[in-house]
């Protein structure tokens, strides 16, 4: 992964951020991507870079977390259902549902559908969905505490 982040020297990097994820694999693959920031250093991309990361169905960002918000029509929802049904390992039931049956699809847009629902108490405008995201700088997350 350093390798490829050095080539691209990307400017912005979203990842999953959701550690409750039961298969273990959103903390695994950020374990790596810090270990990768943190091998880039001082490198002039990584000061310049900023790290977005989302959440999956297993868990949310408490509203005064959340960075960016970025709303989502009734087409994006269902382009975005269509992109899970993609996904190998989502295509039926995911693993580990614990107590909630639903499939990883309704998970997912129950989650959205909420938060939308939540801007909208605020007062904020009215959508189907919005999906959330925590801005971090790539030195700040490498100094977080071990995932």
């Known amino acids: 992964m350093h390798r490829l982040l050095t080539e691209l020297r990307p400017h912005l990097i979203y990842a999953a951020g959701d550690l409750d994820d039961p298969h273990g694999t959103h903390r695994l693959c950020l374990r790596v991507l810090r270990e990768a920031l943190a091998r880039a250093g001082e490198e002039p991309w990584v000061r310049e870079a900023e790290l977005w990361l989302y959440r999956g169905a297993w868990a949310e960002w408490p509203l005064d977390e959340i960075d960016l918000a970025v709303p989502l029509s009734p087409r994006e929802v269902l382009r975005r259902r269509r992109a899970i049904f993609r996904h190998e390992t989502q295509k039926d ?42 801005r971090y700088s790539p030195g700040d997350f490498v100094r977080l505490a071990p995932l």
């Open 93 to 134: 039931q995911a693993l580990f549902l614990g107590n909630d049956q639903r499939e990883f699809w309704e998970r997912s847009e129950d989650r959205s559908r909420r938060l939308a629902q939540a801007y909208n108490a605020l007062g904020l405008a009215e959508y189907e969905a919005m999906e959330a995201f925590k």
